[in-house]
């Protein structure tokens, strides 16, 4: 009997143990951005990683992490063979508004198919899948088809702060041959996505300090300037009516679609109409692009909020603050785009206050090359698990690690994931589709095997 | 002996009393914004009613409110002499931020001639004032110089819908012949000011709604309308560069100054150094006026506040929305005002989100004559007791029950305060400056004496 072959019937007597397991990794409320939650995330480490003891992994280490921890483990078993590294985070996005959630979002609920739950898509069910698979290898022939390195992240939602910085110094722990990361998502749940490339982001503050203190409205109101105003104001500037992002010189390195890569998004990708409905709103967006072409070979900036001092009183506010999350396409450099946006902020200085722009975090676009041999194996992997390729799309999110890895270390990494469209990923429900536990398991347990063949 | 001569003795020896008395009342947290403190509200107006008749007033009432009720007393004892209103409010500011006050806002501290606590100043201290000079003419004669009507009011802060409401139907308890308030400022602890107008009001929030929920900001960031961004743009559009209102006909109906009003406002009103340097921040408005002017004689439209869905998470947020208080003076109708709001903002549909203006409530501008009897009285009261005339100005502030009841009834409201510029009213660290309470109860005792001898 084949190793693959044994690991598959383990897996499938398994699923209600792998199930369990999702249930209880999702009980704890990791939110990374959340202080309060530091207990939480070293709990969840070790939970982890007496999962990982348990599983057979060798070597198993919760590092302290800026933020939260990162645990690591290995099984480095099958020397000639290529080294995986498989990425997950068990990281989560805030829950607020906590009313518009049906369920407790850490008390997981199964409705019909779905496992309802923050975290349950992104991404503690998605790593849940390479977990499952590897232990189905441990326990049937004691050994994986590659020598695999694992690393959990306590701080993808945060920008990867630990992890980044590990990679900018060539951690030796983190030396591979190529990476796996499962924290994407699929167009249906019988049709598998290869990501062909991630945006990068630049996160940015732009903060307006004004008076000392908050004033009151009608001592002051109309005599001193506002920073709720300047604040407008600066964030009005950054679009033009149509759409256009009005940083001069922001789309200079932008490299162009060709007309092949456009008639391919066009048939493979998303349609305007499916991509916006769930989110009930209409596009609009940089002129004579599809929805689908703006979030994945465009970039974008996006105020993701505002906010005053004041706190609902009748003031002229003392500050006012936005945060820019800004979305770059192959081309960009981060660096050149964050001068950009300063340049730009300089040349409307605001009048009696004072704005400025934190940036807080960067990472650079990330492309896979549809030839690298690592998309071949994902590609036979999806023919044997899906009974078809899986279609070569870019995504419009980021994941910083993926990012920072491919640059820093020159490896190609790949991107297949078990969430789905409807997930609600950062969103109040989110949810995760069992049945793609179980199929992403064995998809991970027939890729290990032909990355091992070679 | 005088009864007023009784009562001014009776104030002095009573001065611990009322201090003790004030501080009691400044522990109760009656933050009529806060759903949360209605208890509080009920226990402070209960307390309120049962100081009134240790007093000796008559008919005291706890009425209910719609956010916190109104306390009503009188002593109509004096046929044939004017009935006054004396109007007062017990309710205060919210707090925040916290952080930023030097003691418990709700534990009064007496720091040097200071009674710091949230309330000190607007308005628990000035109408403490009152209190004091109503017990000490009923404890010593019996009876007040004039019928006397006192109104507390819980719900100034927000607007006073209660008492708006009460005067629109023109509700019997409050038929008088003139009105007295202290809510107002002095120019310095010996310099009395009588307020000569008040903004009207005009409060609404400005409101963009877009998808049905908060989106990924990668997954959607560059394909849909972005709520914030639009409201940016809104709120923008409000003031052009210079700091003038954008609105088209906002300035049409604004009475002009005329030479000799400018002329004393610049004479006797602070200047705008002494203005703007307590809150740190450079002058910016409407070209062409003072500081001064520009809070009391023109309107201004303020932001309050921005705010957006997503709670701190990188997504498109769903909702984002602005306060706006627009101040009006003197010509101007707060239905005229929101009209032309309406109108500027239905010119400038945001592509692919939709926006509403929800006006919250409206107050026209007041103003006194200088010629009107009760501000003679004032006059002849502050050169007994402060050894000068008060000086004459217009407030930029504004009192929704002060313009409402001059409004329904065609009555003169006197405006005497005893707060002082440095007091940081609506501002942490609030303060009273305590000789101003037992300088104004010897003020109130004097003018209601005028007021009774006509």
Known sequence: MDEAGAALRHARASRGTTLDRLVTLLQFPTVSADPRRAGDMRAC??????????????????????????????????????????YGHYDVQPVAPRAAWATDPFRPVQIGPHLHARGASDDKGQFMAHL?????????????????????????????????AAVARRWPPLAADLALVSDTW????????????LRGTLGARLEVTGPARDLHAGAFGGAVANPAEALAA???????????????????????????????????????????????????????????????????????????????????????????????????????ISALLRRHLRARPPAGVRARL????????????????????ARAACR???????????????????????????????????????????APNERFYLPNLFRGTEACIELYRRLGAG
């Open 234 to 336: 600066l964030v009005a500037s950054l679009h033009d009516k149509a759409g256009r992002i009005a940083v001069t010189g922001f789309y200079d390195q932008v490299r162009p679609m060709t007309d092949a890569e456009r008639g391919h998004l066009a048939r493979a990708g998303p349609s305007d109409a499916s991509m916006l409905a769930p989110a009930a709103v209409a596009g609009h967006g940089e002129p004579g692009f599809s929805a689908f072409e703006r979030v994945t070979r465009r970039p974008s900036l996006v105020t993701t909020n505002l906010r005053t001092s004041g706190a609902g009183r009748t003031v002229v506010p003392a500050w006012a603050a936005a945060d820019l999350s800004v979305r770059l396409v192959a081309g960009q450099q981060p660096a050149r």
């Open 384 to 426: 044997t698990v899906f009974g078809r390729e899986p279609t070569m799309l870019p995504s419009g999110g980021s994941i910083p690690f993926v990012s920072a890895y491919a640059a820093a270390y020159g490896r190609d990494v790949a991107l297949l994931g078990f969430g789905l469209p409807g997930d609600a990923i950062h």
């Open 45 to 86: 480490a070790a939970w982890l990683a007496g999962l990982l003891c348990h599983a057979g992994l060798t070597g198993v280490t919760v590092w302290p992490g800026r933020i939260a921890p990162v645990v690591t483990a290995r099984s480095h078993g099958r020397p000639g063979r290529p080294t995986v590294l498989v």
């Open 358 to 377: 934190h940036v807080q975090g960067r990472c650079p676009p990330y492309n896979l090359s549809e030839r690298a041999p690592v998309a071949r194996a």
């Open 132 to 164: 499952a698979a590897i232990e189905s290898y441990l326990a049937t022939s004691g050994r994986l088809p590659v020598n695999l390195t694992l690393v959990l992240d306590g701080e993808e939602e945060v920008g990867s702060p630990t992890l980044v």
């Open 186 to 197: 699929m167009l249906a749940p019988d049709h598998p996505v290869l990501i062909t490339g």
